[in-house]
């Protein structure tokens, strides 16, 4: 049974750093990419930053320059690496693994929350 397991996440100030973590287990085809994507109270929802296996990245503009990712193919985790946090930061992170079969079947983790406020 294919888990994505996260760690990390809470409560921060702006201004502040925050490291979220995941691990896959079980995903039967190997990893394609995985990455993380965040839900706003009320929004959709949206890629933060994803990466393949051979380094490749997508991020999203409004993280550029104050999230990094990355990832150790072996042990199957990948890491955000979140500076600078603003308040519009704050949401439920959650970490996505892309399978790499045909069809490029995506998993899921449960999410955790981060939250950024003084």
């Known amino acids: 049974q294919p888990q994505l397991v996260e760690s990390g996440g809470g409560l921060v100030t702006p201004g502040g750093s925050l490291e979220l973590s995941c691990v896959a287990h079980g995903i039967v085809f190997g990893i394609y990419a995985m990455g993380w994507y965040r839900q706003a109270p009320g929004k959709q929802r949206e890629l933060v930053v994803t990466i393949t296996g051979h380094g490749i990245t997508t991020t999203a503009d409004s993280v550029k320059d104050r999230f990094t990712v990355t990832r150790d193919k072996n042990k199957s985790t990948v890491n955000l690496h979140m500076h600078n946090l603003k308040p519009e930061d704050t949401a439920v992170y959650f970490c996505?693994?892309?399978?790499?079969?045909?069809?490029?079947?995506?998993?899921w983790g449960q999410g955790t929350q981060v939250t950024v406020s003084s």
């Open positions: 996505n693994g892309v399978e790499a079969n045909p069809d490029r079947t995506n998993h």
